[in-house]
């Protein structure tokens, strides 16, 4: 059994930063991808980036070059590093995590999935509000 907690969400203005964490307690040998997803209410829940036991990662277009996904194997906590945020990614912020991992390859460069369907392990959450 596998524990997900997230932590470091909260309220910023445009613009500004926030950190994310999520601590991962239990069995957790074995995980070989971990995610960061985000839901507004009413709408599906959206894959925001991926990484995989090997470090390679995969983030989904409108977060490139202002979001950083990244963990400490030693303190098992996966970090999601958020800059220049907009009000529109207001959100619920949830850990994901997986012990198969699916890799999706394209012009032979694989990545970890950013699908709902590619995680079995889920934490409870983490508010994000972004004010204009």
């Known amino acids: 059994q596998v524990q997900l907690q997230e932590s470091g969400g909260g309220s910023v203005q445009d613009g500004e930063s926030l950190r994310l964490s999520c601590a991962a307690a239990?069995?957790?040998?074995?995980?070989?991808?971990m995610a960061w997803f985000r839901q507004v209410p009413g709408q599906e829940r959206e894959g925001v980036a991926a990484?995989?036991?090997?470090?390679?990662?995969n983030y989904t277009d409108p977060v490139k070059g202002r979001f950083t996904i990244s963990q400490d194997k030693v303190k098992n906590t996966l970090y999601l590093q958020m800059n220049s945020l907009k009000p529109e990614e207001t959100a619920m912020y949830y850990c994901?995590?997986?012990?198969?991992?699916?890799?999706?390859?394209?012009?032979?460069?694989?990545?970890?999935?950013?699908?709902?369907?590619?995680?079995?392990?889920w934490g409870h959450g983490t508010q994000v509000t972004v004010s204009s």
């Open positions: 239990g069995d957790t040998p074995g995980i070989h991808h």
């Open positions: 994901a995590a997986d012990r198969r991992g699916r890799l999706y390859c394209s012009d032979g460069i694989c990545s970890p999935g950013l699908s709902e369907k590619d995680y079995k392990l």
């Open positions: 990484v995989d036991h090997y470090g390679r990662t």
